[in-house]
């Protein structure tokens, strides 16, 4: 019985990983391929593909894992008494690792258009210049917004994706909104749309996982601190894209749970 469900977590834990790793891999992948090279993705076909990566990741890790793939809905299901406590800290490990790998991977595959970048504009990984570079695979807030402007965009963003998801998966809701074969399909409409109308305020995460990881392969190849805090001087701006979307989660969980949900 024990053997099964060691078995059974390292599944789950490996789904979450990879699930995690395919939104990082199509998502950061699209920003790298519209900087490095020729292709010249706008804002509008950028938010698509990460719409789309979240609905192929949710539908490849939903009927394993529950699809969690965000240190910050795990967290929230916890909380909320709807998910084993021994596992949150094997699917966080695996969320993280998992952007970590997929960064890691996109990293390999453009690192010649990197360093050829790096060499036309003479860029130096750690300096400020560098920062527009790893922006490709991290999230910075807005340096010209306040820190909480900031902070408060994350959590609302967090907190309103969190809220309809939750509707989706409501089941009490109508044959059409509780099929489980659309509700994918809606929840990386939802990504599409709120990266669309927030980003130009502010660039989000949603997701610690999708922040830290990159943030962490960053760091260990020539960025350093930089790769944190942005070049900052409030170094406390690192913690935004971490911080922010756990908080909003549970705050957009309780909303629905006191004022929506009739379960």
Not at 38 to 58: K, L, M, P
Not at 174 to 183: A, D, E, R, T
Request: with cysteine.
């Amino acid at each position: 019985m024990n053997i099964y469900r060691k078995k059974n977590i390292l599944k789950k834990c490996f789904v979450e990983f990879f699930g995690t790793g395919l939104i990082i891999f199509f998502g950061v992948g699209s920003l790298a391929a519209s900087k490095l090279t020729n292709v010249n993705f706008d804002q509008f076909e950028i938010s698509c593909i990460w719409g789309f990566a979240v609905s192929i990741s949710i539908y490849f890790s939903s009927t394993i894992s529950g699809a969690h793939l965000n240190p910050a809905i795990t967290i929230f299901f916890w909380l909320s008494s709807k998910f084993n406590k021994k596992k949150v800290l094997p699917y966080i490990i695996s969320q993280i690792f998992g952007s970590f790998f997929f960064t890691m991977l996109i990293y390999y595959l453009y690192k010649n258009f990197l360093v050829s970048f790096e060499i036309k504009n003479n860029i130096f990984r750690g300096t400020q210049d560098s920062l527009n570079l790893a922006s490709i695979f991290c999230v910075y807030p807005n340096n010209k917004n306040s820190f909480i402007f900031d902070f408060m965009i994350e959590i609302f963003s967090t907190a309103l994706f969190m809220l309809i998801i939750l509707e989706f998966n409501n089941k009490n809701n109508n044959y059409f909104l509780y099929n489980k074969s659309i509700v994918p399909i809606l929840i990386g409409l939802l990504t599409c749309l709120i990266n669309l109308v927030i980003n130009p305020l502010n660039n989000i995460s949603l997701n610690p996982a999708r922040d830290l990881g990159p943030k962490i392969f960053l760091s260990l190849t020539g960025w350093g601190v930089l790769s944190f805090t942005g070049g900052n001087d409030n170094i406390l701006y690192c913690l935004i894209p971490m911080i922010g979307p756990i908080l909003g989660a549970n705050l957009g969980g309780w909303i629905h749970k006191k004022l929506i949900d009739n379960s």
